[in-house]
């Protein structure tokens, strides 16, 4: 089983933005983190960040070809990006979405996903656990 973890705008700066929100931890730590975890599970994680709309929809086009699923972090464009929508409605494998904080307990802009209606399910509020518990799902669905 291959996951790709795809992280969108800014999630480049964890650890320095805004750490009261998204914590200490840089994106670096929790793909770390992940790939341990997918290791010991018998799931290989490839990762991408990009601030590029584009070049996420093309990730999300190539792990339906080469992969198993998709675990995203679309930040920003989770509430703004059609093309994002489009592509994980469009693919074969299942798209999971997570988020570090609760959008539902954030400004009102950031309580709409885009994604939400089209992925297998959301993980959010979780801080990195939210990646965490998105890849267990991924080990139990193949699991069974």
Do not use: C
Not at 62 to 78: F, H, K, L, M, Q
């Amino acid at each position: 089983m291959k996951i790709l973890v795809l992280n969108g705008p800014n999630l480049n700066l964890l650890g320095r933005r805004e750490p009261e929100l998204y914590g200490r931890m840089t994106l670096e730590q929790i793909e770390a983190s992940l790939a341990e975890l997918g290791q010991g599970l018998g799931i290989e994680t490839e990762f991408f960040q990009s601030n590029i709309e584009g070049e996420l929809v093309d990730a999300i086009q190539r792990a339906d070809r080469e992969g198993s699923g998709v675990i995203i972090n679309a930040g920003a464009y989770t509430h703004t990006s059609v093309a994002l929508r489009d592509a994980a409605a469009g693919v074969a494998v299942p798209v999971v979405e997570v988020h570090l904080t609760n959008p539902q307990a954030r400004e009102p802009f950031r309580q709409v996903s885009l994604l939400a209606g089209v992925a297998a399910g959301s993980i959010s509020g979780f801080g990195p656990e939210s990646y965490t518990l998105a890849l267990l799902w991924f080990h139990r669905r193949g699991a069974s």
